[in-house]
């Protein structure tokens, strides 16, 4: 952890202490804008932390603020934070994670009803207590049940945002070891789920026990739940910044190491890779053409009892996964679609969509509305990515708390737009978009002569995402048809663990966004994924084009692209079906034909 990301995370929690505790709003902005300046700030704070006059130079960081760094920085600790820390419970902040409940409101359910945990909050909806605070009515404790029991049915499974770097810290820790000769992620998470039960890790060694000790060393290693010679199993601590700010409730994660012989590395790759369905219905092919096949290899039958490997015969294949599927007459299924829905039909491994195909970021804010990153950032990240196309998509007016642009602020943007253009000539094409608010009955929250002069427009569902299905189903249908959008961005708005959001017929907005040749999002933020997996499944079938984007907000959320196209796999989504995917000439052929 850097002494950046320990100041974010110690003045965020700050600013919502003091929020929680009614403090005057003054202080609570000062720490808040303070957390917003850091994370746009793109160099780290070591270098200048001594220096109170270079951290003050920082915009948003005044004295105050420049003291609380230092002091972390000299004692590891804000003072500050801690006396706070004494008077608000910790596990009110846990009240403060239930979508539809904000600091004003957690504050007077403490207050008044001395609500301080999750089970608290609980109690006062079952005895009723809740209704007497002010603006609290039926509808809103139903939405507030509702979310609980949510987040309850789904809490335990960590997304994949938190789980993936973790995992490849781990196997990074791992590799120190001069006795690993081989180690990468299995499971769930190597097929690229959106959330994981715990996670595999894979080791070829010939020195199972010194590994084992070096696993057992880890760092962040809470307990181990079991120990031995080919498999270690141990519950490891999930940090608190963990996948930016902490938006699981997940604080443990178990997870599994195998250990194997080199030799073997393939058939216990695919093995431990699963899924449990592909390689039950992989071993019926195997046992079908006279094998046997396990995690130690693939085996000709022979008469005689017991296990093959253990009988002295030698596998036929195992050192690799492609020789084993070759030898069984298979194509070299991609992780991402071994889960036993349709896969072994195939006579080919299909050419599924890599990060390296996505060419153009479509979704993107910047400091305008509620994004991190200046108009030059937000451009030169995305050289940097190499991308040929960016669209500027800051958020529409009605999006209040994201600071939507009115029209005339939209206008003046266009201007810096221009500019910007001038200035990064020859490096990147830069579209004037928006991120147009779809409102509650279908319409859009800008006029269609505004929406016609933009470049690109991307129509996303923000409130009402409680509406029942028929409803929500004609509310898109009207975006997806709406001849000035190009992309249906997040259409369930749902968030993972947190928000079911809608539930729309997709195979009617399907029909719909082939028919009008608009693209629906594969968001890539690993806290939505949205659409999600069995989603683009049907919409790829169905002939929909897509768009994954990053719905950039800060420069780290380009990183979350991978999460985007490991959804776009599991829907086994190809590169020519993804408009990101396609060359400079097409894209705009693609964009500007909703602009005759
Ligand atoms: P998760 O952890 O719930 O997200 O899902 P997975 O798929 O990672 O499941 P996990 O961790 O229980 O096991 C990892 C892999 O090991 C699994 O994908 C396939 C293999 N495996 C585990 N148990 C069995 C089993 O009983 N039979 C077979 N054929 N494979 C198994
Ligand atoms: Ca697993
Ligand atoms: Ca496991
Ligand atoms: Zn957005």
């Avoid at 419970?89 to 504050?107: A, D, F, H, I």
């Avoid at 093959?308 to 690799?320: E, K, V, Y």
Wanted: proline letters at 5%; one cysteine or more; a negative charge.
């Amino acid at each position: 952890m850097t002494l950046k990301s320990d100041s974010i995370r110690s003045l965020s929690h700050i600013a919502t202490m003091l929020e929680l505790l009614g403090e005057d709003a003054f202080r609570v902005n000062a720490n808040a804008r303070a957390v917003r300046s850091l994370e746009a700030f793109p160099d780290e704070l070591e270098p200048i932390a001594d220096d109170q006059k270079q951290l003050t130079a920082i915009p948003g960081i005044g004295a105050k603020i420049a003291q609380k760094i230092i002091e972390l920085h000299t004692s590891g600790r804000i003072s500050e934070e801690d006396e706070l820390a004494r008077k608000v419970p910790q596990t009110l902040l846990e009240v403060l994670e239930v979508p539809g409940l904000g600091p004003k409101t957690v504050r007077l359910m403490w207050e008044q009803q001395q609500v301080e945990s999750i089970d608290d909050l609980r109690r006062i909806i079952a005895d009723g207590s809740i209704l007497t605070l002010p603006r609290m009515g039926q509808k809103s404790v139903d939405k507030i049940t509702a979310a609980l029991a949510f987040m309850e049915t789904s809490s335990e499974r960590l997304p994949i945002g938190i789980a993936q770097p973790l995992a490849e810290l781990l196997i990074e820790y791992l590799r120190q070891s001069p006795e690993i000769i081989k180690a990468e992620f299995a499971g769930s998470l190597r097929r690229g789920q959106e959330t994981v039960g715990d996670i595999d890790i894979l080791v070829a060694t010939s020195n199972p026990a010194a590994v084992t000790k070096h696993f057992l060393a880890a760092p962040n290693l809470e307990e181990v739940l079991a120990s031995g010679d080919t498999k270690s199993s141990a519950r490891f601590a999930v940090p608190e910044s963990a996948g930016g700010k902490r938006k699981t409730t997940a604080r443990a994660i178990q997870i599994d190491l195998r250990i194997v012989e080199q030799d073997a590395w393939g058939a216990a790759l695919l093995y431990f890779t699963g899924s449990k369905e592909h390689g039950v219905h992989l071993r019926t092919v195997a046992r079908k053409q006279g094998f046997t096949l396990n995690e130690y290899g693939l085996f000709k039958d022979e008469p005689g009892e017991g296990p093959p490997q253990s009988r002295g015969i030698a596998p036929i294949a195992h050192a690799t996964e492609a020789e084993i599927y070759a030898q069984l007459d298979q194509p070299a299924f991609p992780p991402e679609i071994r889960e036993d829905m349709g896969e072994f039909d195939l006579t080919e491994a299909p050419r599924l969509i890599e990060v390296a195909d996505i060419k153009a970021e479509l979704h993107a804010h910047t400091r305008a509305s509620d994004g991190r990153l200046s108009l030059h950032q937000l451009i030169e990240h995305a050289i940097s990515r190499g991308f040929h196309t960016l669209a500027v998509t800051d958020h529409s007016r009605s999006s209040v708390q994201a600071n939507g642009l009115s029209i005339e602020r939209l206008q003046e943007q266009r201007q810096h737009i221009e500019d910007a253009r001038e200035q990064f000539e020859g490096q990147i094409t830069i579209l004037h978009g928006c991120e147009v608010d779809i409102l509650t009955d279908g319409s859009l929250d800008y006029d269609d002569e505004t929406l016609h002069w933009l470049d690109l427009v991307v129509a996303s569902p923000h409130v009402a995402l409680t509406q029942d299905p028929k409803t929500a189903t004609k509310r898109l249908l009207n975006a997806i048809e709406h001849p000035c959008v190009h992309i249906l961005g997040h259409p369930t708005g749902r968030l993972i663990n947190r928000r079911e959001g809608l539930s729309p017929a997709i195979n009617e907005l399907v029909a719909a966004a082939v028919e009008h040749e608009t693209a629906l999002e594969i968001n890539a933020h690993w806290q939505r994924l949205d659409l999600r997996d069995t989603h683009v499944r049907a919409a790829a079938t169905g002939g929909a084009r897509f768009a994954i984007d990053c719905d950039v907000h800060h420069a780290a959320d380009f990183d979350n692209l991978r999460y985007g196209v490991a959804t776009g796999r599991r829907g086994w989504l190809e590169p020519a079906q993804c408009v990101n995917a396609l060359g400079h000439k097409d894209l705009h052929g693609w964009i500007k034909s909703k602009r005759v």
